[in-house]
């Protein structure tokens, strides 16, 4: 039972983070669009602020694509939400990433829903391109999930009588 439990917890702080996310990143799209000049503005020599609107993906890649990428970023957020239904994370830095991928997704979701385009914003020097918080949230989710694939392993202590065991040759 206590696995139940732990695995209904994960998915509800997983979405609940997730919502988070969503509703920060929406909250400072708002906040750039009502205080950003409209020229954009600079701030020291790496970020570079400006109202982007972009229909495609990075760097605006698809852009005369906007129906096929709103199509196809709804089915990878709703992927990515039906895996962690079905198989909650069950370390903290799991429960993060998924939930920086659910939020950012679905933030991104949201913009190309109401504006038909991504709200981008923010570009930091020196790379060429402008992105958002979604956009970061993103990342960091998926840089979290890589470094996690590529850590060692180690076997897992098995009692006897787990499930698992008969599956276990020897």
Avoid: C
């Avoid at 957020?77 to 370390?91: D, I, L, M």
Wanted: charged share 15%.
């Amino acid at each position: 039972m206590a696995s139940r439990a732990h695995a209904r917890r994960a998915r509800l702080v997983t979405f609940g983070l997730g919502l988070v996310v969503t509703a920060v990143d929406q909250a400072i799209k708002l906040i750039v669009d009502a205080v950003l000049p409209w020229g954009g503005a600079t701030i020291g020599p790496v970020f570079t602020l400006q109202r982007v609107s972009n229909p495609g993906v990075n760097f605006g890649l698809f852009s005369d694509h906007p129906a096929p990428i709103l199509i196809i970023t709804v089915a990878i957020g709703v992927g990515f939400a039906a895996y962690v239904a079905a198989r909650p994370p069950q370390r903290w830095w799991l429960v993060a990433a998924f939930a920086l991928l659910l939020g950012g997704a679905f933030g991104n979701v949201i913009d190309r829903l109401r504006f038909g385009a991504v709200f981008d914003y923010l570009n930091i020097a020196p790379f060429v391109g402008f992105l958002n918080f979604a956009d970061l949230a993103i990342g960091a989710g998926l840089i979290v999930l890589v470094a996690d694939s590529l850590r060692e392993r180690r076997p897992t202590a098995r009692l006897p009588g787990d499930d698992d065991d008969a599956a276990l040759p020897g």
